[in-house]
């Protein structure tokens, strides 16, 4: 029999089989990067515009015999990325690796295989870039984690205020069409950012403190902007014709900090002002020297907090979420519906996170779309020692040193994992109260299927904590989801939608908005 972890020979018999700690076959990873500078280049060429991520992945997994490791270039590439070289896992198993903090380093990772300059930081390192193994993480993942719990409250009331002046714009502007319909996301993005810092820090929102504009608003803009200056080298199709000019622009070069330096002013001048209090209880927390944090470096670690991890993922996650619930169409909104009605009962003001804590399909279709399209689709790690990596049927080994890397939509639509796995199953995750009797089985395989629910860069039913990279926001990103969900089917019935896939956001473009009778007075059905 082959020893685990080591290879054996007795006389004349053929060198037997290196086995992993759980006995699967250690093979050489498949792939190459190819020669250098060009094929990193021709990689990024493929995964922009030849055959879009998806593709990029399969088509490799493919040419290599079905193997979900493999080693590949992933963009930039040149001359942004100081080295493109990768090891990719990408099925639910070897995925797990880059979420064990005692496997992977973290420092410098969030984006991958590049570090966006600091001076769009004020010169500081955020937390998100920082390692769990760093005392300052702790300290400053502290932090992140208090204000989250403290915040949870307010998450309905604010996102009650945002949704009704989100929705009324979109009504507005779906009557001053002439049915070519409306874009979500625009709204979105104006009306996210102020849910986002009125929910973490109360106060007046910055579309009133920066300014709103007329055509999109003024805070929104310049979040944005910081924000593209920061991502630029892994976006695509942000409008820029044609496509050669815009890789030339996107993705060769870095786009000066100092372009974006009065709009992160104005920002900072923002949460200087809104997040004091914040600021001022954590100067007065911090005696212990384990790390010392500035109130300058707290106060940019906020900011990128809130707009970086927070707005930049609602950004993201709800135009996804809109997007599977226009596909589903009206046979799951009607359910929806059903289930919101009953569940609020009577006219309530806000719907409360009490509320849809009792709407379990709600909280499926939640679960399901984070499933499908985790925003955050991309995760990094180092190495940090020699290690063996499993997929379902062979291990590998990686050396110290050498950057993972996971592209997630494949972990969580693993077929190995999940059945339909590539299908939004609308009510995958319903247990509901009556579940609780019997064996329980039911509950046991969501708790099951949970654990592969890892949008937050850990399980579902994990929790975030000072000495792990899990979101610090993931309560709340669920709770926003659920709530958006309610909203929409307590306000309307039913509502269509085209959407336009892209590598960073769905763009989802409402066609029809069928109003709740309750809503739209007597009658009901009323068309937006
Ligand atoms: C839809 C919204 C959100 C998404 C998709 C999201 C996703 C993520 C992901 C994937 C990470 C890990 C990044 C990595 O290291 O690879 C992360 C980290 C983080 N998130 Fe969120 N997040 C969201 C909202 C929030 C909110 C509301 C907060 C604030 C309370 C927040 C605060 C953070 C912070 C501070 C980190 C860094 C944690 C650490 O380094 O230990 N996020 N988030």
């Known amino acids: 029999m082959a020893s685990k972890g080591s290879t054996t020979t007795t006389g004349d018999e053929p060198p037997q089989q290196k086995l992993s700690p759980s006995g699967l076959p250690i093979l050489k990873i498949p792939g190459s990067y190819g020669i250098p500078f060009f094929s990193p280049l021709r990689d990024r060429l493929d995964y922009f515009y030849l055959q879009g991520a998806d593709e990029f992945f399969r088509s490799r997994v493919a040419r290599h015999g079905g193997a979900t490791v493999l080693r590949l270039n992933m963009p930039p590439g040149p ?16 995925f797990r690796a880059l979420l064990d903090d005692s496997l992977v380093d973290k420092s410098d990772t969030l984006d991958g295989t590049y570090v966006p300059s600091l001076d769009l930081f004020s010169g500081h390192r955020p937390l998100a870039f920082l390692d769990s193994g760093d005392p300052r993480h ?12 403290a915040r949870m409250r307010h998450v309905a009331p604010a996102f009650g205020t945002a949704f009704s002046a989100m929705f009324a714009d979109v009504e507005a502007a779906m009557a001053g069409t002439a049915g070519d319909g409306v874009e979500f996301n625009k709204y979105n993005m104006r009306h996210m950012l102020d849910f986002t810092c009125v929910a973490l820090f109360g106060g ?4 009133k403190v920066i300014g709103d ?3 999109g ?3 929104a803009k310049k979040a944005l902007k910081w924000l593209v200056f920061q991502v630029h080298p892994i976006a695509s199709k942000i409008g820029i014709k044609p496509w050669p000019l815009e890789d030339l622009l996107l993705h060769t070069f870095r786009l000066p900090a100092f372009l974006v330096r009065r709009d992160y002013a104005d920002l900072t001048a923002y949460f200087a002002g809104v997040a004091a209090a914040v600021l001022d209880e954590e100067a007065e927390n911090s005696d212990d ?3 010392i944090i500035t109130r300058d470096e707290l106060l940019h670690n906020l900011i990128f907090m809130s707009i970086f991890n927070a707005y930049g993922g609602f950004k993201i996650f709800l ?11 009206p046979e799951l909104h009607a359910k929806l519906a059903g289930e919101v009605r009953s569940a609020i009962s009577g006219e309530v003001a806000i719907i409360t996170l009490a509320a849809v804590d009792k709407m379990p399909l709600v909280k499926s279709v939640v679960w399901e779309a984070l499933r499908m399209s985790p925003p955050v689709a991309f995760q990094y790690g180092r190495a940090r020692r020699d290690t063996v990596i499993e997929s379902h049927d062979a291990a590998y080994e990686v050396k110290k040193g050498e950057m993972l890397f996971g592209y997630q939509p494949m972990a969580t639509r693993d077929e190995r994992v999940f059945e339909r796995a590539g299908e939004f199953v609308a009510d995958r995750f319903v247990v509901v109260s009556g579940d609780e009797d019997g064996d329980g089985e039911r ?8 654990e592969h629910v890892v949008w937050s860069n850990g399980a579902e039913n994990g929790e975030a904590a000072e000495g792990n990279k899990q979101c610090p926001g993931k309560d709340m990103v669920v709770a926003v989801g659920r709530l958006m969900v309610a909203e929409m089917f307590r306000r309307y019935d039913t509502f269509t939608a085209t959407v336009e896939e892209n590598p960073l956001e769905p763009v989802v473009t409402f066609t029809s908005l069928t109003k709740a009778a309750a809503v739209a007075g007597h009658g009901g059905g009323e068309e937006a």
């Not at 135009?319 to 169409?329: D, F, H, K, N, W």
């Open 213 to 215: 504009g007329d055509d």
């Open 79 to 94: 001359l942004i990325s100081g080295d493109p070289r990768v090891v990719a896992l990408l099925d639910a198993r070897s």
């Open 204 to 207: 007046a929102p910055p579309s």
């Open 443 to 450: 509950r046991r395989r969501r708790r099951r299927m949970l």
């Open 319 to 329: 135009p996804s979420l809109v997007m599977y619930l226009a596909r589903a169409g």
């Open 289 to 291: 020297n384990s790390a």
């Open 217 to 219: 608003g003024a805070a």
């Open 138 to 149: 702790a300290k400053l993942k502290r932090v992140a984690l208090r204000l989250a719990a």
